[in-house]
């Protein structure tokens, strides 16, 4: 998903699951990053910064972007049985 705004500066792009964003923004809520990504609920993902391994605990979290950074989502919610 686009969520380029126009401010002056370059667009960042990143990557989550491989799947690339873009945004004008060098700061993105954990909860942004995810719903722009398209993770729903959110609540029942995580998100980790690929290089660094960094989990993040809190959906607030602000986080800093750099161009071509990369996150993966993992499911943290529950998994129906039969």
Do not use: C
């Not at 993770?39 to 391994?53: A, I, K, M």
Request: aromatic share 10%; proline share 5%.
């Amino acid at each position: 998903m686009d969520t380029a705004q126009h401010n002056g500066h370059d667009p960042i792009h990143y990557f989550v699951n491989g799947e690339e964003q873009t945004t004008a923004e060098h700061k993105r809520s954990v909860h942004e990053i995810l719903a722009d990504a398209g993770f729903s609920p959110v609540e029942e993902y995580q998100l980790t910064r690929d290089e660094g391994h960094h989990t993040y605990t809190s959906y607030d979290e602000e986080v800093p972007l750099h161009d071509h950074e990369r996150f993966t989502a993992t499911f943290t919610g529950v998994t129906p049985t039969s």
